[in-house]
């Protein structure tokens, strides 16, 4: 049988009804080029030209080594008949064939030209005009079915292209042989291990910026949901110039009292800083004894002391290329001040019991609740040590001196620990938030989330009393009214209505039972305070 030969009616069969259909015996589908084209489209947008075009011209490449392969189980001696390629390839609809010129001697050698492509026609369509030729698959399929017909690698390199405004598109097909160090550029697309790598490359950026999304809304909850809440103006310019602080490498120091919250503030600056993957260390100086502290700053060897029976890395090796937290940073003494300094300066760390440094890459955020400028002044803190940690200096407001957030720190932790024990407490008696208020709180955030915590477990109804509450918040810290404290009773009724909706996932009836009152009074109660929160 002859090329020319060759017609839908002999090598395409398939049943009237549907089903399966077959192209030289073995099963075909008719695809939509249109699918083709937004497949096209879908895989540069997602995973760029470089990638996309691999994925066709290899697709393209095994079409046209198994149409090849198939020709010559079916038919025999065809596959040595250069005419049937393109005319198979035209009656799969891919392409129409203007002009093919072939040459076996002294070289394998054609030139092929092309219209009414569905490459170009697809490229056009969907991203507009191309600068390079789009037929990936069609030069992908030559490739493959010239590479079986003839036993040896073939490449078909397209040079000219409608997509990009020529008249037609014209291929070229030689041998690896006789292209030589033309084909090099061009290899890439043949190849199977390059999807792989950049496959590689793709998935690991994807993770990277998932896990930078994950990290970003960690830190994001932690301002409300770990205690950093902002509604106060003192708080919101606190982390708003953290933030700012955030964005360059400079050494910090952040200042308050004691369980105001300067760990979450030093968390939020490492999550918003472009160290937000790489760890954050967190350590507190009083906490640990002199003895002990070198050893954990910088690490030991083997043997280096007794007890050393291993290697083991210090805090500022953890911490390489992320933040080093070191919290209570005015209880060093004199000598650790110094040996931090000099790591500061010189950014290398020497392990106990090691003679040779280690360079280190680390940011240093540090927290104290002492004037450290007196401490200075009086000769308790290195002056060069505090010029080098404080290129920026951050205060946490102590929680008394934002009145405005008690109430919302209060309701999460309410929610958090009812949700961890599993009983269900929806608010407080006007009684208690009045209280909580007035408290002068000198232990800060975390002395109210103990305070809430135990007044969670001592509950023994759906609201908080006073007598849940601990001993101490009735004794001598209760500070003198002040005008930022008196709150009228209606908005204290509204936050507990709001918060028990959100409770009871909106379950007004629920609601209504809970709070003792009618479900028409809630109602009427819900209309007016939604009303005033518009205004």
């Not at 002294?106 to 170009?120: G, L, M, N, R």
């Not at 056009?124 to 600068?131: D, K, T």
């Not at 360059?248 to 160290?275: D, F, M, N, P, Y």
């Not at 407080?428 to 709180?441: A, G, I, S």
């Amino acid at each position: 049988m002859k090329a020319s030969d060759l017609d839908l009616g002999r090598v395409f069969s398939f049943n009237p009804k549907g089903g399966n259909m077959q192209f030289m015996g073995h099963r075909a589908l008719i695809v939509d080029a249109m699918a083709m084209g937004l497949l096209r489209k879908e895989l540069i947008e997602n995973i760029g030209t470089f990638a996309a075009r691999n994925i066709l011209t290899r697709m393209g490449y095994a079409h046209g080594w198994s149409t090849a392969d198939n020709l010559d189980r079916e038919y025999n001696d065809s596959l040595q008949d250069p005419d049937f390629g393109p005319t198979l390839h035209k009656l799969q609809g891919m392409v129409n064939i203007a002009k093919c010129d072939w040459t076996f001697e002294p070289v394998f050698h054609a030139d092929i030209f092309w219209e009414d492509s569905y490459e170009s026609e697809q490229q056009i369509l969907h991203l507009g005009m191309a600068s390079e030729p789009v037929c990936w698959t069609l030069t992908g399929y030559v490739s493959g079915y010239c590479s079986r017909m003839l036993g040896e690698e073939v490449y078909c390199i397209e040079h000219q292209c409608h997509a990009k405004g020529d008249a037609l598109c014209h291929a070229e097909v030689r041998t690896k042989k006789e292209w030589g160090e033309e084909i090099e550029p061009y290899l890439p697309f043949f190849q199977a291990d390059t999807i792989d790598k950049v496959l590689h490359e793709v998935t690991t950026k994807l993770t990277n910026a998932e896990k930078k999304i994950n990290l970003r809304t960690q830190f994001a909850e932690s301002e409300s949901a770990g205690g950093i809440v902002a509604r106060s103006k003192a708080m919101r310019k606190t982390l708003d110039f953290a933030r700012r602080i955030a964005k360059v490498e400079s050494s910090v120091i952040i200042t308050g009292e004691s369980g105001a919250g300067k760990e979450k503030i030093a968390k939020l600056i490492h999550g918003e800083s472009g160290r937000a993957l790489r760890s954050f260390v967190a350590i507190n100086c009083s906490a640990v004894t002199e003895t002990l502290l070198e050893s954990e700053f910088f690490g030991h060897a083997k043997g280096s002391f007794t007890g050393a029976n291993k290697d083991r890395i210090g805090l500022f090796e953890a911490a390489n290329g992320g933040t080093l937290f070191l919290d209570e940073i005015g209880e060093l003494s004199a000598s650790m001040q110094a040996k931090l300094l000099r790591v500061l300066q010189e950014k290398e760390i020497r392990r106990v019991g090691e003679n040779s440094p280690r360079a280190v890459d680390v940011r240093i955020v540090a927290a104290t609740n002492r004037h450290l400028a007196k401490e200075v002044a009086a000769g308790n803190f290195r002056e060069d040590l505090y010029y080098r940690l404080c290129i920026f200096e951050l205060e946490v407001p102590a929680l008394r001196e934002r009145p405005e957030d008690i109430l919302v720190l209060s309701r999460h932790f309410l929610e958090r620990t009812s949700h961890k024990i599993g009983k269900e407490v929806i608010g407080f008696y006007p009684e208690v938030t009045e209280r909580l208020l007035q408290f002068n709180w000198p232990g800060n955030v975390r002395q109210l989330e103990n305070t809430i915590e135990h007044a969670v477990v001592m509950c023994q109804r759906k609201r908080i009393k006073l007598e849940d509450l601990p001993r101490g918040l009735d004794m001598v810290e209760i500070s003198q009214p002040k005008e930022l404290s008196i709150r009228r009773i209606d908005d204290i009724e509204r936050e507990q209505i709001l918060s028990a909706l959100k409770l009871l996932n909106g379950n007004k009836a629920e609601v209504a039972k809970r709070l003792g009152i009618s479900l028409s009074s809630l109602y009427q109660k819900i209309k007016r305070y939604k009303y005033q929160g518009q205004e």
